[in-house]
Every structure is written in C-alpha cells, then in structure tokens.
C-alpha cells in the first residue's frame, strides 16, 4: 500500500474511532461500559460503527472494522494505542515520546512500532487513565509522576512544560510469570554455582544490596532472590511503586505517597522504614534505597532485622558503597565519613551487581563480599565474576560466570543458621571435581 493510502485510512480509522467514541460514552454510561463484557462491548461498539458507516456510505473491509472495533475498545476499557503492547509478552519496554513516535524493547533491543496517537490530550487522557485508579495526578502544577500498571509494571509521566516534544510516557513491563532463580540461571544472567550460593546467603539471613545501572534487571533478580526466604518468615516490602512480586504467604506491601494538591500529606520511604520496624518483621525488603532512608535501613541491618534485602543504582560494587555513603549523609546526619564506612561495613555481606550488556543480555557481573574496615576504606572481595571474552558475528557477547577462588569471611553464618554450603562452588573455573 503506497504512503499516502496508509496515511489515508490510518486519518480515516482516527476519525471513526473518535466518533464512535464520542457516540459510546454519550449514549452508555461509563460504569455501565466497565461492567460489560467483551462480547457485549464490541456488539454495542459494532451497531455504533455500522451506523456510522452507513450513514458516510463508506465501503471497509471486514479486517479494516474488526481492528477499529478492537481499537475502540482499547480506548474505552484499556490504555488505547499502547494496549496491544501492553499485551504482547515479548515487549518488555513502552516509550512513548510524545503523540507521534512510540518505541518498544523487545530482546534488549528498541524498535520504533506503527502505534501513534492521535494528539497531546490522547496521550494525557491515557496517563490519566494510569495515575487517577492510585490517587495521583499529572499536571501542569505536578508535571512528573512515577505510577503503576495493577501487574505492578512501572509506569513514568513527563508532561508539558517539562516534556518538550509532548506528553511522554515509559512503561517498564512486569512478566506476568516472575522469573525464577532457576530461569535466570538458563538465561545465562548467572551462574548455577552463583544460584546456589545465593540461595544459601538468603536462608542464612545475610543483608544483600543488589546493584546496577538503569534497566540492568535488579528488581527482577530480587524478586528472584526473595523466593528463597522461608515460608513461615513475615516479610514487610517497602517501595515507591509496589511492583515486588513475592510468593511468599505473609507479606506486607508498603508503598510511599506523593503530597496532595496542597502540598501536604506526603509519607516517605523513610518513614515507612521507620514504620516497618515496629511491625515485628523477619526480613525487611527495600525496593529501592534512593535517600535518607539508607540511614534507616542500615540501623535495621545493624539491629537484629538480618536477612533484608534492597535494591540501588550504581555502575559497580565500590561505587554502591560510595552512593550509600552519600545516600546517609542526605539523612541530615552529621556522623564522619568512617563512622558510616563502619556501619555500612558491619550491616552489609553481600553485594550483587547487575549489568545490561551491549547486546541487551542482562548478566550478574560481581558477587561480592563485603568484609571489614582496613584504614578509612571498606574491603571488598569478588567472590564470582563475568568475565566477558568478546561479541561474536551476530553481535552477541560472549563470556562466562567464574568463580574466583576466595572464599567467604562468614562462612560460620551459614553454620550459624544449619544451612549447608558445598565450598566447591567456590574453586576456580576448571579446578572443580
């Protein structure tokens, strides 16, 4: 079909869809249209289109009505152009950059797609659509909101004046099936003596900060770890948008609020942190530590709350310490510099990092143990690392997860808690039995 055909029909489909639109919500409630079904929704849609249809004596092909049908109802009960998306398990990113050009990731790579809006107020009305079911808004007073989808995926809204090319919206979408330590093991994102290891690491109770950069997948190794907290264990989660997707049966999800209009009633991850260590938790699980609240966290670590769990950005394990370190200051705190170097050396073991690579894989690159002061610095010792050799023709990397050899400081807490550790994990590549 030549451009302008294209361009045609697509200006025809916009304006039917519209119309038909128009036409549902005046002459159906909009309670009542939540409360159909499919089958119901797209009879009603489909004697709507008809009657436009006849009354403009246009000829569309069936496939033409059936996917304006389709789009009518995505409108109406779902998030409109970018609902097929939503939908598709391949997409694991949304990013709508204004009405015009919406990108997707899929396998760790970005396409443009043919999903476009119609102008700015499609796109807000979809945002809106978002943010009003959780108590939020997006304006010209608040142009900035961080939200969620109700499969927990993450949802970011930059509006004008801020967005300068229009209303952008950025979906970070959630498996509607959680990711097992085992199937991150197949994928390659570690090693299988890396998953036994952590495995063991969580049921001894250690405190693990997982770190990576933007997209690096460190909510969905958490998720993945927290599978083996133990079942009869109370875990309180702690986040700006719920997104963890525990299995376990006594969970507590805490999620932070925004203040309202006046500027008032906001509560913080901080808070909620300090809230958290009067509910009799097991284990504590920070979705993110952005703020003040890292002071909160390593206090709870440092307390008797063993085996917590969070999540922090960061390009390497010595720079996760570094951000954290800064993260205690922004607590308002006046404590010197080795005064929180040793609270962080004493409330942490255990640092995974987490990168994406070029080829969009997501791999663990360092396990990490975190040991004791020597001098003003924290020691750090690798305990498992990637090792990336090259890119092969297809443009994949390649390389392997090694161990390196050392050998953990605590090993007695893994005796401690009667959780048995193979130590051959722990020898070189090559060397093992």
Known sequence: MALAEQSTERALADELRQRVHQRLLMETEFPVLQ????????????????????????????????????????EVVGYGPIQPLIDDPQVTEIMVNGPGRVYVEIGGRIHL???????????????????????????????????????????????????????????????????????????????????????????????????GGTGSGKTTTLNALSRFVPPDERIITIEDAAELQLQQEHVISLESRPPNIEGKGEITIRQLVRNALRMRPDRIIVGEVRGAEALDMLQAMN?????????????????????????????????????????????????????????GSRK???????????????????????????VDRDGRVVGEHVATGATPLFLELFEAEGVPLPLDIFAPTGMRR
Do not use: W
Not at 50 to 74: G, H, K, N, P, Y
Not at 369 to 379: A, F, N, R, S
């Open 303 to 359: 307390t008797g709350h063993d085996g917590s769990m969070s999540t922090l950005h960061a390009n390497s394990p010595r720079d996760a310490l570094s951000r954290l370190e800064t993260m205690v200051l922004m607590a308002g705190t006046e404590l010197p510099s080795r005064a929180i170097r040793e609270q962080i050396s004493s409330a942490l073991h255990l640092i995974v990092h987490q990168a994406r690579l070029r080829d």
């Open 113 to 211: 797609t043919d999903r476009r809006f119609v102008d700015d107020e499609h796109v807000l009305r979809v945002i809106d659509r978002i943010v009003s079911p959780l108590g939020r808004r997006v304006d010209e007073s608040m142009p900035m909101v961080d939200a969620r989808l109700p499969d927990g995926s993450r949802v970011n809204a930059i509006i004008p004046p801020l967005a300068i090319n229009g209303p952008c919206l950025t979906i970070r979408k959630f498996s509607r099936t959680p990711l097992t330590p085992e199937r991150l093991v197949e994928l390659g994102t570690m090693s299988e003596e890396m998953c036994i290891f952590l495995e063991a690491s969580v049921k001894a109770r250690l405190n693990i900060l997982v770190s």
């Open 364 to 390: 663990i690159t360092h396990i990490t143990e975190v040991q004791h002061m020597e001098g003003e610095q924290i020691t750090l010792q690798d305990l498992f690392l990637y090792q990336q050799r090259g």
């Open 35 to 74: 409360r159909m079904s499919t089958e119901d929704l797209r009879q009603r849609i489909s004697e709507i289109l008809d009657s436009e249809i006849s009354q403009r004596q246009l000829s569309l092909t069936a496939r033409f009505i059936e996917q304006l049908q389709q789009e009518v109802i995505d």
